[in-house]
């Protein structure tokens, strides 16, 4: 290794942490702005006090130096790596021998370093954050083969840093829990990992791929994760000894036992205080041992071990464009990209306390991974997050909630968000309660008290003088006088729809009376076919796009179920009559001139049942619906977990990854079948 030193090689400045964090430069505001966008800050919490942001923490960052393995190499061939103090190190300049390349992070560990050094310098010091109701993650990252599963795992005989760090926080939460002290402590474990893509369940391998959700405050959660209540030590290695050797490793040409996959560690610290206010706090601390990155011309990887490899570098490559767009303050910093950026999103850019640990080794043949883990790892450390404090009420502290959504509502609308068996009940709602004297409505109230078919009415009479300009004056800023003219107008031509409509129904009733008289036309009727009747000449307002909704099964089904009502097929446009109940798919698409209208008794079943199913229905009970896959499911399970019971089926649409029109498709496939009480299949 040549002794000249290039300044112009350093990659790292001497800048400390504390020297950044005070300043304000414009990249590292742009940095805490991009921080910020990226979830952190979102919250509103007394320790933070609303409006006011979290001080940033800057991601520590770690290195360390694994002595030589092989004892030939050591030999043969010195390290291409050296430590300059316990901050620095330098690497030989491949470009020219006669320079080093210099680094500065926030610890550097040498070969001779013990694990309980690394441990008790850079782990140890953020658990105390967990009690705060802070999150805490420590990543191993680094070439394969360099120790990242020695540092984070150890042997029985070199403990790691996950063995270490559960002794001392189950004794924290021991002391701090004892009877006499104000918060009651619990502790909870997971474990998973990201096999190709995949976040699978190590203490329940049978689970299949689960999803990665966010909620309101940028906490990232997987909805379905086996979670198991530990006590002490002796509970923590029983759930995690078995669950370890369910973690994907195979040998490579550099590692004997390669971790092929990134393991993730979760343990939550859940805290409840025992006397008023009754807040509770959960700190989340992740302990990640990433799989290494891997130049697949020196491992000679082939066949799935070339595929693990192809997933854990792009994976990896994602990682290292997420700490880039977080230095540049980039607005979109692309974290959904891969399933661990996902996962790590609130420990990089976010709301965790974070320490990197660079793995690396001496040898030369690693030296060109050496270069880049340690590029990666300067880079890192300029990331900026914001912990906060995870801080609620316990739900039975919470004060009564004053108002619920239909309340928030007009009556027209909280009526049509209730169930028609609502409706019918007529439960003695607040909104059809008359207003107190004492409350001012502002006019925007009286507003959305209005029946919706006026409201729109007088709108678009409002636009349409605004339109003519004559008037000049948009019709809800008129005089009253006038004003009063025009809703006078508006309601004589409700009037008049009225009378249309029972115009309407008395034809209809005359048609019927007439097919039931001519036997000829009965004749031709099967007992199933639905008539087209008379065409509404009326419409009240924009005709809503009714749902076609007949599988065929049901149709069959109701020719044999007189008790089941389905009503009438009405004829829009083409004069075409549904011959029969055995019209192909495609005929039955090219009806589209058809609108069906259904039994409102059969419809509200059908959503009740569905609605009960979503409330209800585990993952697996809610896959037996129509358009609903395993994805699906466990999102619906997860929505249901963070947010509470679905108030109404559109609710779905309020799901991520669930889109309004794929709520309308899915309402189509079940609410039939539901109705009918047919157990619904797989789709
Ligand atoms: N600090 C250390 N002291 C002694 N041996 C070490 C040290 N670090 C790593 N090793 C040894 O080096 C080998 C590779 O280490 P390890 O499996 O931890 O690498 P890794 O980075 O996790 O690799 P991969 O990414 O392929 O899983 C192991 O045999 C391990 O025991």
């Given at each position: 290794m040549g002794g000249t030193t290039s300044n112009s090689n350093v990659r790292s400045g001497p800048g400390g942490g504390s020297r950044k964090d005070a300043g304000v430069s414009a990249p590292l505001r742009r940095r805490e702005m991009a921080a910020a966008a990226s979830g952190a800050g979102r919250c509103r919490l007394s320790k933070v006090g609303p409006g006011r942001r979290p001080p940033p923490a800057r991601v520590?960052?770690?290195?360390?130096?694994?002595?030589?393995?092989?004892?030939?190499?050591?030999?043969?061939?010195?390290?291409?790596?050296?430590?300059?103090?316990?901050?620095?190190?330098?690497?030989?300049?491949?470009?020219?021998?006669?320079?080093?390349?210099?680094?500065?992070?926030?610890?550097?560990?040498?070969?001779?370093?013990?694990?309980?050094?690394?441990?008790?310098?850079?782990?140890?010091?953020?658990?105390?954050?967990?009690?705060?109701?802070?999150?805490a993650s420590v990543l191993a990252y680094g070439p394969t083969g360099a120790g990242k599963t020695h540092t984070m795992l150890g042997s029985p005989e070199q403990p790691g840093v996950i063995p270490r760090a559960l002794v001392d926080l189950l004794q924290l939460v021991r002391e701090e829990g004892t009877e006499g002290r104000p918060w009651d402590l619990s502790v909870i474990m997971s474990y998973l990992e990201i096999y190709q893509e995949k976040v699978l369940d190590l203490l329940d391998p049978t689970s299949g791929d689960l999803v990665i959700r966010e909620d309101c405050r940028?906490?990232?959660?997987?909805?379905?994760?086996?979670?198991?209540?530990?006590?002490?030590?002796?509970?923590?290695?029983?759930?995690?000894?078995?669950?370890?050797?369910?973690?994907?490793?195979?040998?490579?040409?550099?590692?004997?036992?390669?971790?092929?996959?990134?393991?993730?560690?979760?343990?939550?610290?859940?805290?409840?205080?025992?006397?008023?206010?009754?807040?509770?706090?959960?700190?989340?601390?992740?302990l990640i041992d990433l799989a290494g990155s891997e130049d697949n011309r020196r491992t000679g990887n082939q066949g799935l071990r070339l595929k693990e490899s192809g997933a854990i570098n792009t994976s990896l490559f994602v990682l290292g464009k997420v700490v880039d767009a977080l230095?540049?303050?980039?607005?979109?910093?692309?974290?959904?990209?891969?399933?661990?950026?996902?996962?790590?999103?609130?420990?990089?850019?976010?709301?965790?306390?974070?320490?990197?640990?660079?793995?690396?080794?001496?040898?030369?043949?690693?030296?060109?991974?050496?270069?880049?883990?340690?590029?990666?790892?300067?880079?890192?450390?300029?990331?900026?997050?914001?912990?906060?404090?995870?801080?609620?009420?316990?739900?039975?502290?919470?004060?009564?909630?004053?108002?619920?959504?239909?309340?928030?509502?007009?009556?027209?609308?909280?009526?049509?968000?209730?169930?028609?068996?609502?409706?019918?009940?007529?439960?003695?709602?607040?909104?059809?309660?008359?207003?107190?004297?004492?409350?001012?409505?502002?006019?925007?109230?009286?507003?959305?008290?209005?029946?919706?078919?006026?409201?729109?009415?007088?709108?678009?009479?409002?636009?349409?003088l605004g339109s003519q300009g004559s008037q000049g004056t948009p019709l809800l800023s008129t005089p009253r006088r006038e004003r009063m003219v025009l809703i006078k107008t508006v309601e004589e031509k409700n009037l008049e729809i009225e009378r249309l409509k029972m115009k309407q129904k008395e034809l209809e009733a005359k048609m019927l009376a007439q097919e039931v008289l001519d036997p000829k036309e009965k004749e031709n009727c099967a007992p199933t076919v639905l008539r087209p009747l008379p065409r509404r000449t009326v419409t009240v307002a924009k005709p809503l796009k009714k749902a076609v909704v007949m599988p065929l099964q049901l149709i069959q089904e109701q020719a044999v179920s007189p008790n089941a009502k389905i009503h009438i097929l009405k004829k829009r446009g083409r004069k075409r009559k549904l011959e029969s109940l055995e019209a192909s798919e495609s005929e039955k698409k090219a009806e589209a001139g058809w609108d069906l209208e259904l039994s409102p008794e059969l419809l509200a079943r059908g959503r009740q049942k569905i609605l009960d199913l979503l409330n209800e229905g585990s993952a697996r009970d809610l896959r037996g619906l129509q358009r609903i896959g395993q994805k699906k499911a466990q999102l619906i399970v997860g929505w249901r977990e963070l947010h509470g019971p679905f108030s109404q089926v559109e609710d779905l649409e309020r799901v991520e990854g669930i889109s309004g029109k794929q709520v309308e498709s899915f309402l189509k496939a079940n609410i039939l079948g539901l109705a009918a009480g047919h157990p619904c299949g797989p789709s």
């Open positions: 520590r960052v770690a290195v360390r130096l694994r002595p030589f393995v092989d004892g030939a190499a050591e030999v043969s061939e010195p390290p291409c790596v050296r430590g300059t103090d316990s901050c620095s190190l330098e690497v030989a300049n491949w470009r020219n021998y006669q320079e080093t390349l210099k680094y500065q992070f926030d610890a550097f560990y040498g070969e001779r370093s013990s694990q309980q050094d690394i441990y008790a310098g850079s782990v140890q010091p953020i658990l105390r954050h967990l009690l705060e109701g802070q999150n940028g906490n990232i959660l997987i909805p379905g994760l086996t979670q198991k209540p530990i006590t002490s030590f002796a509970d923590f290695e029983r759930h995690f000894l078995p669950a370890s050797g369910n973690r994907t490793v195979g040998a490579t040409r550099l590692n004997q036992r390669s971790s092929r996959s990134h393991a993730v560690l979760l343990v939550k610290v859940d805290q409840r205080e025992r006397l008023s206010p009754f807040r509770q706090r959960e700190g989340k601390l992740y230095n540049q303050g980039l607005p979109r910093v692309p974290y959904r990209d891969s399933k661990l950026t996902r996962l790590l999103q609130d420990s990089l850019g976010g709301s965790a306390h974070s320490i990197l640990i660079a793995n690396i080794a001496p040898e030369r043949r690693f030296y060109l991974d050496t270069v880049s883990a340690l590029n990666f790892a300067a880079r890192s450390k300029e990331v900026i997050n914001r912990p906060f404090t995870n801080e609620s009420l316990q739900p039975h502290a919470l004060p009564p909630v004053k108002l619920s959504q239909k309340e928030l509502l007009g009556p027209s609308e909280a009526k049509k968000a209730r169930g028609p068996e609502e409706e019918e009940i007529g439960s003695p709602e607040p909104t059809a309660a008359p207003a107190p004297a004492f409350q001012k409505l502002s006019p925007l109230q009286k507003l959305s008290n209005m029946d919706p078919v006026t409201l729109e009415r007088l709108l678009s009479l409002d636009r349409l």
